[in-house]
């Protein structure tokens, strides 16, 4: 299937040209007021949803620009109708191709943001292999830059910068063993007996 077969291509072509008509038909002494925006908005719509379906790089740039589009080709009709140019009939049926366009745009955009974002995410996560370990684990990232201290060792355990030589990494010392011997029980909570 062909761009030009494109359902939304196909809405915007035609309305653009139901516009052009109209437009072409309004008597010359009004026309050149409202006919050469309105002409212009049209055929800027048809445009980019020309554009973004030829130009995949480019697509969110100018599904944008045929949203404002949409916006100034219904702006415009409601003044020809305040004017008497159009009916209201032809109105009503400009307002409902344009909420089908505007549906369809929307629609596209949506999905073009949130593959953009997707592929960004995926991109973040798919670099080197330094990049695929710290977005595994958080913490690769403090040991490897060697800038932070040792992760879980407690603060009066870490070595001053004074303490170690200049250009050696910062480890953390080891903790001293427990002492051996025998452990006493905590002593319980509660009343203590009465000593007679």
């Not at 291509?9 to 309305?15: F, G, I």
Request: charged letters at 30%.
């Amino acid at each position: 299937m062909s761009w030009r077969d494109a359902p939304l291509y196909v809405e915007a072509h035609d309305l653009a040209r139901w516009v052009l008509e109209r437009a072409a038909s309004w008597p010359p002494e009004r026309d050149r007021l409202l006919a050469p925006p309105l002409a212009a908005a049209a055929c800027d719509l048809v445009t980019e949803v020309a554009l973004a379906l030829t130009f995949p790089h480019s697509r969110a740039r100018h599904l944008e620009r045929a949203d404002h589009a949409i916006v100034r080709v219904r702006t415009l009709l409601r003044l020809a109708r305040d004017l008497a140019l159009i009916s209201a009939g032809g109105l009503r049926f400009a307002a409902g191709r344009l909420q089908v366009i505007g549906r369809m745009v929307g629609g596209w955009r949506k999905r073009v943001e949130r593959r953009d974002r997707q592929e960004v995410d995926h991109n973040e996560i798919q670099g080197t292999g330094r990049q695929r370990r710290e977005a595994r684990d958080p913490r690769w990232q403090l040991l490897e830059r060697g800038t932070e201290r040792a992760v879980g060792v407690p603060e009066q355990e870490r070595p001053e910068d004074s303490e170690r030589e200049p250009g050696l990494p910062r480890v953390a010392p080891r903790r001293p063993e427990p002492a051996a011997g025998p452990v006493s029980p905590r002593p319980r909570a509660g009343p203590s007996p009465a000593v007679g």
